[in-house]
């Protein structure tokens, strides 16, 4: 009779479990460099927000910057590929240039997430092909 209340007890945990892992938002809006296949650009404005779930391939990811020539790029996480940490999603992302997609659904990550407020970031996709990198400037987690 013990036992199967200890079992009880223990299935009615384990979802409890699973879902106590952390959950980190980063915010940046001071950006540093953008790249592409033609070259490497100084960015002039950003905004980027990270959302994910620690060890779980629960992720949000969007960032977008703008060059001093107006040129607007945007990197959107696709899908989770791995256990996100608590510094980096690994997943497939889509890349564009002022609306145009650059590559679809390409294997990519971004990292130095957990770093705090001031830290950098860096996105690179498609084998360092694209590449955005920007300051975080907001970090909350739970």
Request: hydrophobic content about 40%.
């Given at each position: 009779?013990?036992s199967?209340?200890?079992?009880?007890?223990l299935c009615?945990?384990?979802?409890?479990?699973?879902?106590?892992?952390?959950?980190h938002?980063?915010?940046?809006?001071?950006?540093?460099?953008?790249?592409?296949a033609?070259?490497?650009?100084?960015?002039?404005?950003?905004?980027?927000a990270?959302?994910?779930?620690?060890?779980?391939?629960?992720?949000?990811?969007?960032?977008?910057?703008?060059?001093?020539?107006?040129?607007?790029?945007e990197?959107?996480?696709?899908?989770?590929?791995a256990?996100?940490?608590?510094s980096?999603?690994?997943?497939?992302w889509?890349?564009?240039k002022?609306?145009?997609?650059?590559?679809?659904?390409?294997?990519?990550?971004?990292?130095?997430?957990?770093?705090?407020?001031?830290?950098?970031?860096?996105?690179?996709?498609?084998?360092?092909?694209?590449?955005l990198?920007?300051?975080?400037?907001?970090?909350?987690?739970?």
């Amino acid at each position: 009779m013990k036992s199967s209340r200890l079992l009880i007890a223990l299935c009615a945990l384990f979802p409890v479990a699973a879902w106590s892992d952390p959950v980190h938002n980063v915010w940046a809006t001071s950006p540093l460099v953008v790249a592409d296949a033609s070259g490497s650009y100084t960015a002039t404005s950003a905004n980027c927000a990270f959302s994910w779930n620690e060890n779980t391939p629960q992720a949000f990811a969007n960032a977008r910057a703008t060059t001093a020539s107006g040129d607007v790029y945007e990197f959107q996480l696709a899908s989770v590929t791995a256990s996100t940490t608590r510094s980096e999603i690994i997943g497939t992302w889509n890349v564009s240039k002022n609306g145009v997609a650059l590559c679809t659904r390409c294997e990519g990550s971004a990292y130095g997430l957990g770093g705090g407020v001031g830290s950098y970031f860096k996105i690179y996709v498609s084998s360092s092909t694209y590449h955005l990198s920007a300051r975080v400037t907001s970090v909350y987690d739970y």
